[in-house]
C-alpha cells in the first residue's frame, strides 16, 4: 500500500465549476500538508500548505485537512482553463526538516 | 521570490555517456537541495538530499555511484548520471529548500537516453 494515495484523474470539469481533488494516506505521523500545481513539462510550484486538520483560504483555493480520516482535499473555486494542471498533494511529519512525500498527482482540465 | 534554475531544460545522449544536470538557486541560499526523479504518469520520487559541503544522502534502491550529487557551493548542486542506459530517461527535477523550510523546485530537466 502506498503511503499517500490519490486519483491520478484525467478530470475535466467546465470552467467556472467547482473543483474538488483529493488525497488520502496512511501514516498518522504526517503533521504537515501541501498541494503543489505543475504544469506539463514544468516543476512543481507549491500552491497552499496546512499544519493538522483545518481548513486553510487562499484567493480561489481551499485547503482542507481531516487528520482523523487521513484525508486530504483542495477545492478551487471558480475554475478557470489557466488552473489546468496536474496537483500534487504532499505531506511530511515536520516542515522543512524531513522528505516530502508525494502523491501521484491528479491530471485537471478545465474546459472553456 | 524564491527562484530555482536547472541547466540544461532537456538532454539527448547515447546510452553509457554521462550526463550532468545543473540545480542552481537564484535568489537564494540553499543548505540543502533534493533531487527527485518522475516518470511519465507517476509521482516524483525523491532520489537525494544534498547538503552544502557534505555527502549526498541517497535513497533506499538509488546508486550513488551512478548517481554523482555536487554540492559545493550554497546555490548550486549538480547531479550526474554517469554510463547512463536508456531505463534512466526521465524527468529530473530539483528542489531548494529555504530558510523557512518550503521547498523551491527548479522547472526540471528531461533526459533520453538512446
Known amino acids: 500500500q502506498k503511503e499517500v494515495e490519490q486519483d491520478p484523474g484525467p478530470l475535466s470539469v467546465p470552467e467556472g465549476a467547482i473543483v474538488s481533488l483529493n488525497c488520502t494516506y496512511s501514516?498518522?505521523?504526517?503533521?504537515?500538508f501541501m498541494w503543489y500545481r505543475q504544469y506539463s513539462r514544468k516543476g512543481p510550484e507549491l500552491l497552499m500548505y496546512?499544519?493538522?486538520?483545518g481548513n486553510k483560504e487562499d484567493g480561489r483555493f481551499t485547503a482542507q485537512v481531516d487528520k482523523s480520516s487521513k484525508y486530504i482535499s483542495l477545492f478551487i473555486r471558480d475554475s478557470q482553463p489557466s488552473d489546468s494542471a496536474t496537483y500534487l498533494c504532499?505531506?511530511?511529519?515536520?516542515?522543512?526538516?524531513?522528505?516530502?512525500?508525494f502523491g501521484t498527482g491528479t491530471r485537471l482540465t478545465i474546459i472553456p | 521570490g524564491a527562484v530555482v534554475s536547472q541547466h540544461p531544460s532537456w538532454v539527448i545522449c547515447k546510452s553509457g555517456t554521462s550526463v550532468k544536470i545543473e540545480c542552481r538557486s537564484l535568489?537564494?541560499?540553499?543548505?540543502?537541495m533534493f533531487w527527485y526523479r518522475q516518470f511519465p504518469k507517476q509521482s516524483l520520487m525523491l532520489m537525494a538530499t544534498?547538503?552544502?559541503?557534505?555527502?549526498?544522502?541517497?535513497e533506499q534502491g538509488v546508486e550513488k555511484d551512478k548517481f554523482l550529487i555536487n554540492h559545493a557551493s550554497l546555490t548550486l548542486s549538480t547531479l550526474t548520471v554517469t554510463s547512463a542506459h536508456p531505463e534512466d530517461s526521465s524527468f529530473y527535477i530539483c528542489?531548494?529548500?529555504?530558510?523557512?523550510?518550503?521547498?523551491?523546485f527548479g522547472p526540471g530537466t528531461r533526459l533520453l537516453v538512446l
Open positions: 504532499a505531506m511530511s511529519g515536520t516542515f522543512g526538516n524531513e522528505k516530502l512525500t
Open positions: 501514516n498518522s505521523a504526517f503533521q504537515y
Open positions: 496546512t499544519y493538522s486538520s
Open positions: 535568489d537564494f541560499q540553499a543548505t540543502t
Open positions: 544534498s547538503n552544502e559541503g557534505s555527502k549526498a544522502t541517497y
Open positions: 528542489s531548494a529548500r529555504v530558510a523557512s523550510g518550503t521547498q523551491y
